[in-house]
């Protein structure tokens, strides 16, 4: 079988967040590539690019719904929306994201205090 898991990438920060709904097991492995790529793209000023695994974050226990925990960690991201779903709301958030996807777009974005002007233009360019 497969499973999905999630990688944000700051380039502001020099790091690598890892998001990993089935385990808290070390998986910094798949943020090297991802490092090693962005250095040769030159899209990292620098060599020193930090990679942490997120382990407070809603975990799954069943073994097919991490394609649905890793859009969720996305729309939370994006959005500047807390992570605090469980695997209990799964069939609402399934049923959430069929109505985003007929309807062609996200809810109005939530802008938090660390939300700059310019990250809030960059998100809202993605949805004209």
Known sequence: GSHW??????????????YD???DRDRL??????????LRAELFTQCEVDIFQK?????????????VFVCRYAKCLILGMPMDF????????RKEMLR????????????????????LTEVERHFE
């Open 29 to 38: 492995d798949v943020g090297e590539p991802i490092k090693d790529l962005f």
């Open 5 to 18: 898991i999630m990688v944000a990438v700051y380039l502001n920060k020099h790091e690598i967040h890892i």
């Open 86 to 93: 469980t695997e209990k709301d799964m069939p609402k958030i």
């Open 55 to 67: 382990t407070d974050i809603p975990k799954q226990t069943n073994n097919y719904d991490c394609g």
């Open 100 to 119: 985003e996807l007929v309807f062609g777009r996200l809810p109005s974005i939530v802008v938090n205090e660390e939300t700059s002007a310019e990250e």
């Open 21 to 23: 709904s089935y385990t």
